[in-house]
């Protein structure tokens, strides 16, 4: 989930024009959904704009993944894993995944070295942009030359960039 730190900048001289104009951009174009939702939305607005100099307010935002899409992706993850020939689980499959798409976060590793560390998928930790990164991140990881020597080592590169392609393009890739 992204997380916004806004901090309120010296004040501005705005003229109540001015004023106007942001309300009518502000609400006009997007709304809460609702009576409630817009009177959400005008509360969050009157506590940004009564920040005073200095003062931080942070504000978390939630993009929803969307169904179809997560299916997807797992489904492609599945359909690779059953057609590769190197990974006998599918959870180290999908860990080499998410390093190979660089879907980490380093660390310093036991000998003093840095060591990825894969980030999670799951619905709650990663948002539908988020995911779409990933996904594309996926895809193209697995189109490469390393990946296709991992997964069939025994075919010739002109056949592992078919076998990838075959399955990528099942999925519309």
């Given at each position: 989930?992204?997380?916004?730190?806004?901090v309120r900048q010296?004040?501005?001289?705005?003229?109540e024009?001015?004023?106007?104009t942001a309300?009518?951009?502000i609400f006009?174009m997007v709304?809460?959904?609702?009576?409630?939702g817009?009177k959400?939305?005008?509360?969050?607005?009157?506590r940004?704009?009564?920040?005073?100099p200095?003062?931080?307010?942070?504000i978390?935002t939630?993009?929803?993944?969307?169904g179809w899409?997560?299916?997807?992706?797992?489904?492609l993850?599945?359909?690779?894993?059953?057609?590769q020939e190197?990974?006998a689980?599918?959870?180290?499959?999908?860990?080499?995944?998410?390093v190979?798409a660089?879907h980490?976060?380093?660390?310093?590793?036991p000998?003093?070295?840095?060591?990825p560390?894969p980030?999670?998928i799951?619905?709650?930790k990663?948002?539908?942009?988020?995911?779409e990164v990933?996904h594309a991140a996926?895809?193209?990881f697995?189109r490469?030359?390393?990946?296709?020597?991992?997964?069939?080592k025994?075919?010739?590169?002109?056949?592992?960039?078919q076998?990838?392609?075959?399955?990528?393009g099942g999925?519309?890739?």
């Open positions: 989930m992204p997380e916004i730190t806004l010296d004040p501005a001289a705005i003229s024009a001015d004023k106007d309300r009518r951009v006009g709304d809460g959904l609702g009576e409630g817009r959400q939305w005008r509360r969050l607005w009157r940004i704009l009564g920040l005073e200095g003062e931080m307010m942070e978390t939630v993009q929803p993944r969307l899409y997560h299916r997807k992706h797992m489904a993850e599945q359909a690779v894993f059953e057609l190197r990974f689980e599918f959870e180290d499959f999908r860990t080499w995944l998410k190979g660089g980490v976060n380093w660390f310093p590793g000998k003093g070295g840095v060591i560390v980030r999670s799951s619905y709650g990663l948002e539908q942009g988020e995911m990933y996926a895809v193209n697995l490469t030359e390393h990946a296709g020597a991992t997964l069939w025994h075919l010739s590169p002109t056949m592992r960039i076998m990838i392609e075959t399955v990528l999925f519309g890739e």
